[in-house]
């Protein structure tokens, strides 16, 4: 039975209870309102939304004797749902008197917890959330509006979904309301909100885990600001201590501005700029909430700031660093991989989404390109399949966006082996997912939801709509291939030659009504003579082009250059490594161009950007991992590592150095440990691959000593 306390609202609530016996186990179930939504949104298409978040995305923070114990929860996979997420917190307990307590930011009823204690002896104990426990409303300390300096309450922009102003009124903070030993008689008897009023969802092994960032660099402005300079992308919050009591305006931004300050009425339309009240004697404040940011701009903080006075606190997933390890002879691909990498370890929340600025929403083709980097640079796995299960019952707005739901699952399910996931969605993928059955003469004529090509619109390259579209009829056509091997995988032997047959009919029309004879190329739609980059790109990546007319338009391409956004550039380089142009492809991850990865860089990203830069989309989010094509290229491109049978029991290595002289990557998946290597060794590529299998005993390694070097079966 979980009851619920706290209400709507900021509060603290606490629970004293002492233990005279050794704990041999702590386990910590915590669930909160759960998340809604602002629908029918802005972009509904029907019945169909941009799922933003309405209420708070964060709901609680619990602490235990003072310790950070618990932040969450994650969004329930279906909606209506609460998500119950368990911790260990045995390390946080000592005998004599425990304090847990919450700073609960509730929609409706709150939050519930249960502690249930085993100890040494095999007796049990368990405290959970009622009547006993002491609340203090934490509206006036946590406010949305500044009221002792109204100016910040004006409207300058959103602090995005699931977020709100928090204006801190120190004054009005409990010190040491979540150690033992602290004086609650004051605070009221907690109410009963509600008692199991939601269905129970089970949360995830993992969890939101806090870590501290220090600055790297501090600026004092002329006129009295301060800057502090994180170093890297931050999703969380500012923990800061003054020395006295002081009014701190607070703002945080993405990037500087050309006169040293923070852009902190950002490009996005966030505007991070809040009040910070501290007492007479000075403490320390934090935000309960999440923002975006990499620097923190201080205005009225009294005297210069001691760098251990400042701290970012991001709130993401624990990242695996040892599992991914990259280096080659260009230090430039290098950095940009590192990019890449960091815009999964910086970001990484409960489901793969756009950006956690603006919209911090689960996107489909997000969800494509953010899974094959998170592949390609450690091995987790949950987050993927947490992502798919509640993709479905999300679905957003544009038709390629729908039509990414089965190259997700399939690419799921050949990197994990896991069938039963695939075998719990395949009814609604089959149904839902694609538009196979409005084909006529091949190739569906009009289809029934928006079609994007590309984003921004920007970097469309004049792409014509209309009727029997090249770019959605080629997502058809992968949609069907991949169909096919996971029916196959089901056992579903008719279902796979039905859908392999739809494919080759999709096929032949494709290279017999949206060809050009004269150009060589394929056209935008049946009734277009504009042959354009996305038309071909999209085409070629997905191998619907016949052998034999594949020539120009891959020439095309290969001279065309970075027409399409960072989103599109996962598909430009999955199409330059089909066809065997890894130098094009090595020359795009290696550019300077205003349209390059190093370009982001150089505008001061540490994880990939939305766009290109800001002229290509002026309200640009600079955290954005659908921009890190190069870390799954990378791996799959350069090295050619790809399975070939599900879960990575079998797999190839085929590298594709392209001007490259050597390179060595290694990679954790779920059957072992994988290190590709090649070099030149007298005028000649040398290439080893070799396969550590953690399940079973170490096999001998494999060397292969030419290029593409086949299939490495795991022996």
Request: with cysteine; proline share 6%.
């Amino acid at each position: 039975m979980m009851n619920y306390i706290g209400g709507a609202g900021n509060s603290f609530c606490r629970k004293s209870f002492s233990i005279d016996r050794t704990v041999a186990e702590a386990l910590l179930t915590v669930a909160a309102d759960p998340h809604t939504y602002l629908w029918p949104s802005w972009m509904e298409v029907e019945h169909e939304h941009n799922w933003l978040l309405a209420g708070s995305f964060l709901k609680y923070r619990v602490f235990l004797n003072g310790a950070p114990a618990a932040v969450g929860p994650f969004r329930p996979v279906r909606d209506g749902r609460a998500v119950a997420e368990r911790y260990d917190v045995t390390g946080l307990l000592r005998q004599g008197e425990n304090v847990l307590a919450v700073q609960s930011r509730g929609e409706k009823y709150g939050f519930a917890l249960t502690l249930e204690l085993t100890f040494s002896d095999g007796s049990r104990q368990t405290v959970a959330t009622g009547s006993g426990w002491k609340r203090q409303n934490a509206n006036d300390f946590c406010n949305p509006v500044c009221w002792w300096h109204p100016a910040l309450g004006m409207s300058r922009g959103t602090f995005g979904p699931g977020e709100q102003p928090e204006h801190l009124d120190g004054t009005r903070l409990p010190q040491n309301w979540e150690r033992p030993g602290f004086d609650d008689s004051g605070w009221e008897a907690a109410a009963v909100t509600a008692v199991d009023p939601f269905e129970l969802e089970a949360g995830e092994a993992l969890h939101y885990t806090p870590v501290s960032i220090a600055p790297v660099r501090i600026e004092q402005l002329g006129d009295g600001r301060i800057v502090a300079d994180f170093g890297r992308a931050v999703v969380g919050g500012i923990e800061l201590t003054s020395p006295c009591g002081a009014e701190i305006e607070l703002r945080l931004g993405e990037e500087l501005l050309p006169s040293g300050g923070v852009r902190f009425q950002m490009r996005t339309g966030n505007c991070y700029q809040e009040g910070w009240r501290f007492p007479e004697n000075g403490g320390t404040l934090s935000h309960f909430g999440m923002r975006s940011f990499r620097y923190a701009e201080l205005l009225g903080y009294p005297g210069r700031l001691d760098p251990a006075a400042i701290r970012a606190v991001s709130i993401t997933l624990p990242f695996r660093e040892e599992d991914s390890a990259f280096s080659c002879s260009d230090p430039r691909l290098e950095q940009v991989w590192e990019l890449c990498r960091n815009s999964i370890r910086y970001t990484t929340l409960d489901v793969y989404y756009d950006c956690p600025s603006r919209e911090r929403m689960a996107y489909e083709a997000d969800a494509y390109i953010n899974m094959l980097t998170h592949f390609a640079v450690e091995h987790q796995t949950a987050t993927a399949r947490r992502t798919i299960l509640y993709q479905m019952n999300h679905y957003t707005w544009p038709c390629e966006w729908r039509m990414f739901m089965i190259p997700v699952v399939y690419e799921y399910y050949m990197h994990t082996g896991d069938l039963g996931l695939v075998r719990e969605v395949w009814p609604r993928l089959k149904s839902e997912c694609t538009f196979h059955h409005l084909l006529k003469d091949g190739l569906v004529e009009k289809f029934p939801m928006r079609v994007i090509v590309d984003w921004p619109m920007s970097c469309r390259d004049e792409y014509e709509f209309g009727p029997a579209e090249a770019v959605p009829n080629a997502f058809l056509y992968r949609d069907l291939c991949d169909q096919s091997k996971l029916a196959a995988a089901l056992g579903l032997a008719g279902e796979a030659r039905e859908y392999e047959e739809l494919a080759a009919r999709v096929k032949r029309a494709f290279n017999t009504r949206l060809y050009d004879p004269e150009s060589g190329l394929f056209l935008d739609n049946a009734a277009s003579r504009h042959a354009g980059f996305h038309a071909n790109m999209f085409a070629l990546a997905f191998g619907v082009i016949d052998d034999d007319k594949v020539e120009r338009p891959l020439a095309f391409l290969v001279e065309s250059g970075m027409k399409c956004s960072v989103y599109g550039a996962q598909f430009y380089l999955e199409a330059l490594f089909r066809y065997g142009c890894a130098e094009k492809a090595v020359e795009l991850m290696t550019s300077d161009s205003d349209r390059s990865w190093l370009e982001m860089i150089r505008l001061g990203a540490t994880c990939a950007t939305e766009a290109w830069n800001p002229e290509l989309k002026p309200n640009m989010s600079f955290v954005h991992p659908w921009g890190s094509a190069p870390g799954n290229m990378i791996m799959r491109g350069v090295f050619g590592l790809r399975p070939t049978k599900p879960g990575w029991e079998e797999f190839e290595c085929k590298p594709q150095p392209g001007g490259l002289k050597s390179g060595r990557y290694r990679i954790r998946v779920p059957s072992g440990i994988i290190t590709a290597e090649f070099d030149h060794e007298n005028g000649e590529l040398v290439t080893r691959c070799t396969h550590e299998d953690l399940r079973r005993p170490m096999v001998p390694p494999l060397d292969h000593d030419r290029q593409c070097a086949g299939t490495v079966k795991d022996r």
